[in-house]
């Protein structure tokens, strides 16, 4: 009974598979190794992740079992994404340049036709028997110079170029044909696609033949084609006139479009004098009148129509920065989505309707759903990255809500390339993204992709580059996220590393930062770990945490010198020192030994390192501390030479009278002589409530 069951199932996988286009997982050099078995052609659907036209055929067209019938016994189907793998390859070679493109090839490679554009699968099995019916367009090309196409041969050649989407070609031989046709030959239903290409104007000339002989047409073609043709013309007008802000006077024409449409038999009449409405205000330059008119009775378009009317819309409005039509747009787009069933214009109204809505509002968006997977869907449907704000209620979030996301150029942003939402990390969702994020600090900023994964990581967002920190979500060699998953994938070229460690620099992840510096230091040569290229890795944040790298910067000092800069070479070598020094300060039980500051003394003086004066008295203070001298007149005497606002004071102050209490007369003395020489207000102030004096 199982093994029976088991074969049924099998067979309803099978029909599943079948019921539809089997698009094949094969490289295009299998797929011709297949073809040659089989003796079949191949068909190639040409595609890109973000195209719309490219979904609609696969979700609508593909998915039918009509075209599952017709493309899987005809051909060996296959499917590239053209920005992957040989994908890119593919496009150079056959020239594919538009999306879709579907292209019909022999099992040697060569291009026998090709498809552009989405449409009905009906149109589209036509369009793909055109070319199976020719040997090739070269071909057809050759025949085609040589003179020796009869009519019915240069309206099939016109055909194959129309629909492989060479429209410069298509056009220079449809201008040749249409020149050699009789009055008699432009009637015939054989040349009507032909007509039907050229009559897309209402003044062309073409358009007038058909409505001089509509009757004719209409017996012919069939009238609701011929009532498309004339809808069409008028919609072309009127679309460029919507989209575009053409020169005055092309939109004089308005009123005889009007009269032209009240005065004859054209189809969705209503819908076309409101298109006339909008693009009237359009020529006007009324941004008030063209919401009025688009606010209204929209329910007379059908989605095509509403995909053109609000792409007009979109660019018109944009023009005014007036922020309650842009919100105006917004609301009006958002009520009209839920209305629009056809999935292509669908999305485009669905950008304009979040993007407008930001647009109009003031300050950042943030977007009012409830979960992380609302807003996550919600991404999907814009094809846009979520911009995560983790926050708390503490003074740093409201710091950064009163002064960094007031900015104009931050709100700009945000609204424009992103789906902002907020989570308080205490409360709601927050223990969810603590989990799934291991977000342990307030006031960090992710940003997700579709799938809600990191895409990029921001943290310290006060320190005055926010946008450049932004807009790093855009580069593949910044984005936190992306460079975490290679490393994490294996990537481990010097050239990566250090990418890797300069985001994971300004995300602050101190253990992993240890772990990528110590592994790409040991992974160069010495040649390498002297050039310029890898010279952050002394920076102290990086060599503090390896006593190997910062022992090879001082003990090849002067060669980093010569290719580096001695000031720049210097620097990093004090901030180093300074680091050490004031490890013994600041770390309880530090490991470092009265030797070990005569050491570095020793090196300071041996190397005229620069600002050794300064060094050296932060040296001679420590080795006081070190050796368990609590006397002020011994640190008075050390600190000789050393600006009055760089004595480590308050550090000397709180570790000493810790154990020697009985001495806090002398050092507060002595803070006051300090607070007394010093010039800079802030550091006065300071002193003062330390001191408490």
Not at 67 to 88: I, L, Q, R, S, W
Not at 246 to 272: C, F, H, S, T
Not at 561 to 577: A, C, H, M, P, S
Not at 619 to 627: E, H, R, V
Request: aromatic share 10%.
């Amino acid at each position: 009974m199982k093994k029976l069951l088991s074969v049924f199932v099998g067979l309803l996988c099978s029909v599943a598979v079948f019921a539809q286009t089997n698009f094949q997982e094969l490289s295009l050099e299998e797929a011709c190794k297949k073809a040659k078995t089989e003796n079949k052609p191949i068909f190639l659907d040409c595609y890109t992740s973000w195209c719309g036209p490219c979904k609609m055929m696969a979700n609508e067209v593909f998915t039918l079992k009509e075209a599952g019938d017709y493309f899987n016994k005809n051909f060996v189907c296959v499917k590239t994404d053209m920005e992957k793998g040989g994908g890119p390859a593919i496009g150079k070679q056959y020239g594919v340049d538009a999306y879709p493109t579907f292209l019909i090839i022999n099992a040697n490679g060569k291009l026998m036709h090709k498809v552009v554009g989405a449409m009905p699968l009906e149109k589209l099995i036509e369009s793909v028997e055109i070319g199976l019916k020719a040997s090739s367009l070269a071909e057809y090309e050759a025949l085609y110079q040589a003179g020796k196409l009869d009519l019915t041969e240069q309206m099939a050649y016109w055909k194959l170029l129309s629909v492989s989407g060479d429209v410069v070609k298509a056009q220079s031989v449809g201008d040749n044909l249409w020149g050699k046709l009789t009055e008699k030959d432009k009637l015939s239903a054989a040349y009507w696609p032909l007509l039907q290409s050229r009559a897309t104007s209402l003044e062309s000339e073409e358009l007038k033949f058909v409505c001089a002989n509509r009757g004719h047409f209409e017996k012919e073609i069939g009238k609701e084609e011929v009532g498309d043709l004339i809808y069409n013309s008028f919609m072309s007008e009127l679309n460029l006139m919507i989209v575009y802000q053409l020169p005055a006077k092309k939109y004089d024409k308005i009123p005889d479009i009007r009269d032209l449409l009240e005065n004859n038999d054209v189809p969705r009449k209503d819908a076309l004098f409101k298109m006339i409405d909008l693009a009237e205000a359009r020529g006007k330059y009324d941004a008030t009148g063209f919401m009025d008119a688009l606010d209204t009775n929209l329910d007379v378009l059908n989605d095509s129509e509403k995909s053109w009317v609000f792409e007009g819309a979109n660019l018109f409005i944009s023009m005014f920065k007036d922020k309650a039509q842009l919100k105006r747009l917004g609301e009006i787009a958002i009520r009209e989505k839920e209305l629009i069933r056809d999935e292509v214009a669908k999305s485009k109204v669905t950008k304009i309707a979040f993007n407008f809505r930001r647009a109009g509002n003031d300050g950042v968006y943030w977007e009012d759903l409830k979960t992380l997977r609302e807003v996550l869907a919600q991404a999907e449907v814009e094809d846009k990255y979520v911009f995560l704000d983790c926050h708390n209620n503490g003074q740093t979030t409201k710091a950064i809500d009163d002064q960094l996301f007031t900015q104009k150029e931050v709100e700009d942003l945000l609204n424009k390339f992103f789906i902002n939402y907020r989570v308080n990390l205490e409360e709601g969702e927050g223990a969810k993204v603590i989990r799934r994020y291991g977000i342990n600090i307030p006031n960090v900023m992710l940003v997700l992709d579709k799938e809600g994964n990191v895409r990029h990581m921001i943290s310290n967002v006060m320190n005055g580059n926010f946008i450049e920190r932004v807009q790093e979500t855009f580069d593949d060699n910044k984005a936190f996220g992306v460079l975490e998953a290679r490393y994490v994938s294996g990537d481990r070229s010097p050239e990566f590393m250090v990418q890797y460690l300069t985001a994971l620099s300004k995300v602050a992840n101190s253990s992993k930062m240890a772990l990528v510096a110590v592994e790409l230091f040991a992974s160069l040569n010495d040649e390498q770990r002297t050039s310029p290229e890898f010279w952050m890795l002394y920076n102290p944040q990086f060599s503090g945490i390896s006593s190997e790298m910062k022992n090879y910067l001082f003990s090849h000092l002067q060669e980093f010198r010569e290719k580096i800069g001695t000031e720049k070479v210097d620097q990093t070598v004090v901030n180093q020192i300074y680091s050490d020094l004031s490890s013994v300060l600041y770390a309880q039980g530090s490991r470092y030994t009265v030797d070990d500051i005569n050491n570095i003394i020793q090196f300071i003086k041996r190397h005229d390192i620069q600002d050794s004066q300064q060094l050296l008295c932060i040296a001679n203070i420590t080795k006081l501390f070190k050796s368990k001298v609590h006397s002020v007149k011994d640190y008075k005497k050390a600190c000789k030479g050393l600006k009055p606002e760089n004595i480590p004071f308050a550090d000397l102050y709180a570790n000493i009278l810790a154990v020697e209490p009985e001495r806090t007369d002398e050092w507060n003395a002595w803070g006051k002589e300090i607070v007394a020489s010093l010039t800079d207000p802030g550091y006065i102030q300071w002193y003062k409530q330390f001191l408490q004096l």
